[in-house]
């Protein structure tokens, strides 16, 4: 197998894990951790993943079978879009209204519950169980991955048999292994810290806007990252969610905020070796979030 195919194998694998990135949004993860409310957020998240898998070409892939699957999930998502249309009118129209508008927040619950009275109850539950079976979807495509993933495996076994396989490769970062579950990754874990700064009612907007721009930087350091260090990357995209969401919340905890800082430098720390911004791009974070430590 030549490295022209090799490069296109690995591209097809990376196209569908960008698009399954599209499905971890928060209004889905609400409902999947059992304290979604909101099927207004629920209903914006399906408009905007199905838009944004068509406006990404996901049914034009090159890989046909991902295609394929790509393009009879958008039609899931367009039938849903329908039956919830049909059933209820009302909760599209507050969907629109409330569209770009922090989610889950208790006055955004308490104005849906006022504007749709008696239905409420029901609507969250027929959109709870919708939106079980769109957030599951995408786990149909592990086989996918794997499958491709085995491919590019055989050939750099069969074309590069001195090297190991998760050495850099014509420049490319080749990370393999068996893929269980849903597919979660550096990124969409940053993501979600993206996510949750915007929606944060206790930092201003300068705050937001300067915590977000570190969050992508962080994102793009720990990419260049070698897959060596697989487990230190993990253990800052991690660490970094978890003290925003400690930090952002209506009483945030001091306590678990300091404790869980003192985790995300010295995850940081463990890296400074092979990639020295990523400490500073962390105590940066500090100072915005006020966050002292020695």
């Known amino acids: 197998m030549n490295e022209y195919k090799l490069q296109r194998l690995d591209k097809q694998r990376e196209e569908i894990r960008q ?3 599209l499905f971890d949004r928060a209004a889905f993860r609400a409902y999947d951790k059992g304290y979604g409310g909101d099927p207004t957020a629920v209903l914006n998240a399906i408009w905007d993943t199905r838009i944004a898998l ?9 890989y046909e079978e991902a295609a394929g699957f790509f393009r009879g ?10 039956k919830l249309q049909d059933k209820y009118p009302e909760v ?7 569209r770009g508008k922090p989610i889950n927040t208790p006055d955004r619950i308490e104005s849906i519950k006022n504007a749709l009275g008696n239905e409420y109850v029901d609507a969250a ?10 957030y599951d979807s ?4 592990v086989e996918l991955l794997r499958k491709l993933d085995a491919e590019i495996e055989a050939a750099i076994k069969a074309d590069f048999p001195d090297i190991t396989i998760k050495e850099v490769i014509m420049g490319n970062k080749y990370s393999f ?4 579950g849903s597919i979660v990754n550096v990124d969409s874990v940053l993501e979600q810290v993206t996510q949750n700064i915007g929606s944060a009612n206790n930092i201003d907007e300068t705050a937001k806007k300067q915590l977000t721009e570190l969050i992508e930087q962080l994102k793009t350091q720990l990419q260049q990252v070698p897959s060596a260090k697989k487990e230190e990357v993990e253990a800052i995209a991690d660490t970094a969610k978890a003290l925003v969401e400690a930090s952002t919340k209506a009483q945030p905890n001091k306590t678990t905020i300091q404790i869980t800082a003192d985790g995300l430098k010295k995850a940081a720390e463990n890296l400074s070796g092979v990639m020295p911004t990523v400490l ?10 006020g966050i002292s430590l020695p």
């Open 54 to 62: 068509s406006t990404r070409g996901a049914s034009l892939l090159q």
């Open 280 to 289: 500073g791009i962390v105590k940066t974070v500090f100072q915005i979030v």
């Open 92 to 98: 599209v129209a507050l969907a629109s209204d409330w």
């Open 19 to 21: 698009l399954l990135s």
């Open 125 to 134: 539950d027929f959109i709870r169980a919708e939106a079980f079976s769109v």
């Open 177 to 180: 292994g068996n893929i269980t």
């Open 73 to 82: 999930l958008q039609e899931r998502l367009w039938e849903l879009e329908k």
């Open 138 to 141: 995408p786990k149909e495509s």
